[in-house]
């Protein structure tokens, strides 16, 4: 089969699985522009209100059973080429948030909040596991008394290329997590994290460096 034609075909598909019962797609405002190249969405509800927001999803892009809220104005979602993602919540609020997935990379039911007119930002090929929270907010405002200043400020969160986030982890604010770094299960981290380094507990503190990973399931050691 040509290659064009398979391309219309993954188009269609895709359009077919965004207009299926259990799918929603619900866009209100103005100037929204939305980019679905032939990216896959599998009972997703994807909600867009404002004014001036912007969706892409990459090629050979699939989600299942997630949802997408943009919620503001000037608002950035990217969602990366031949993603996987399996549930989760991704919403994005106030005014210039942003949200960048990396390509090939793979999620199961997350949360992923940008908020404050910070960002969060994934790169390439990064695992993210079951119940994962990352976040560039506190969510609500702590303020001095006397003076009247906000003294929480959200702050970006930036992921680097290949991390693995281990199940149920937290990301808080102002994190930079450096490429083929581990985070694991469980832990909250408050403080960046250097390449090639795992962290654990709460908080976060360095376990073990000079480290990478691999997807493929470890064997057993067979015996000397």
Known sequence: MPQNLKNTLKRIHGWWLRHTPGSNVSISGDDHRVIWNDSRLNHCRV?????????????????????????????????????????????????????????????????????????????????????????????????????????????DVVIGNHVWIGIHSQILKGVTIADHAIVAARSVVTRSVTGGTVVGGNPAKPLRTGITWDRRQPVKRQPF
């Open 47 to 155: 909600e867009i209100s404002g004014t001036n927001n912007r969706l892409e999803i990459g090629a050979d892009a699939i989600l299942w059973n997630a949802k997408i809220q943009l919620t503001g104005s000037n608002l950035f979602c990217h969602i990366g080429a031949r993603t996987r993602i399996r549930g989760g919540t991704f919403v994005l609020m106030d005014d210039n948030s942003r949200l960048e997935i990396g390509d090939v990379t793979t999620m199961t039911s997350p949360v992923i909040v940008a908020q404050g007119g910070a960002g969060v930002k994934l790169g390439r090929d990064c695992m993210v596991a079951y119940g994962s929270d990352i976040r560039c907010s506190d969510g609500h405002s702590v303020i001095d008394s006397a003076s009247g200043e906000t003294l929480n400020p959200a702050a």
